[in-house]
């Protein structure tokens, strides 16, 4: 039996808010979003509005990415390979990340 079309939009719509919802977290005046370099410049990451992240590695410019989310000085990250990671914002030019220093660029 066919479902009216109301429905089936009804169900595509909830099959795809979780994604959605996930990747929403928009934070475009947020203090930290921005590029965080290594003092070598080998490890660059970036910060995006949207809480998203790209992080460079050497020659390698989008080595990683993924989402991110900041609760007060805290940084969680989750690669969209499932790796997850977390680090620090010491201050307003300084985050601690997996054993490594970032100053912001």
């Known amino acids: 039996m066919r479902q009216p079309f109301a429905a089936l939009i009804t169900a595509a719509t909830l099959s795809i808010q979780p994604a959605q919802a996930e990747e929403t977290n928009v934070q475009p005046n947020h203090p930290y979003v921005g590029m965080w370099v290594t003092d070598d410049k080998r490890v660059r990451h970036e910060l995006l509005p949207n809480g998203r992240y790209v992080e460079a590695r050497g020659h390698?410019?989008?080595?990683?990415?993924?989402?991110?989310?900041?609760?007060?000085?805290?940084?969680?990250?989750?690669?969209?390979?499932?790796?997850?990671?977390?680090?620090?914002?010491v201050d307003a030019n300084t985050l601690h990340h997996g054993g490594m220093i970032l100053r912001r660029k």
């Open 60 to 89: 390698r410019e989008r080595a990683y990415e993924g989402r991110y989310k900041v609760k007060g000085t805290h940084i969680e990250y989750w690669d969209d390979t499932g790796f997850a990671a977390d680090g620090d914002f």
